[in-house]
């Protein structure tokens, strides 16, 4: 139902785009959020859309270097992501949540969320 691509190797300070593509009946019911998950740790959210699919909600850490975006016409979500850290290294995935509360505002907790795309890889060098 999600399937995110646009994973690489990149050094600190360069930009990639991630996309997440979805069908229509996805992109149009469920809120649509990113996670990263670095080794290690447990999986952070990133940024998500609320169900209604007209406000992002950031992590406030990643406010102003991260921006998501969304093009209705290709059922997809993007994720700029500018200046980039070492510490972004991590599997990106976007998920989907079809939560109440979500039409509001999207949860930032992944067991709100009812299923993942595949997960693509960022790796920044130093």
């Known amino acids: 139902q999600l399937q995110a691509s646009g994973g690489g190797l990149v050094q600190a300070g360069d930009s990639l785009t991630l996309s997440c593509a979805a069908n229509?009946?996805?992109?149009?019911?469920?809120?649509i959020a990113w996670f990263r998950q670095a080794a290690g740790k447990e999986r952070e959210f990133v940024v998500g859309?609320?169900?209604?699919?007209?406000?992002?909600y950031y992590d406030d850490s990643l406010k102003g270097r991260f921006t998501v975006s969304k093009d209705n016409s290709k059922n997809t979500v993007y994720l700029q992501m500018n200046n980039l850290k070492p510490e972004d290294t991590a599997v990106y995935y976007c998920?989907?949540?079809?939560?109440?509360?979500?039409?509001?505002?999207?949860?930032?907790?992944?067991?709100?969320?009812?299923?993942w795309g595949q997960g693509t890889l960022v790796t920044v060098s130093s």
């Open positions: 859309f609320s169900r209604k699919g007209d406000i992002a």
């Open positions: 229509a009946r996805t992109f149009m019911t469920y809120g």
């Open positions: 998920a989907g949540t079809n939560l109440g509360s979500a039409v509001i505002r999207p949860p930032s907790r992944p067991q709100d969320y009812d299923f």
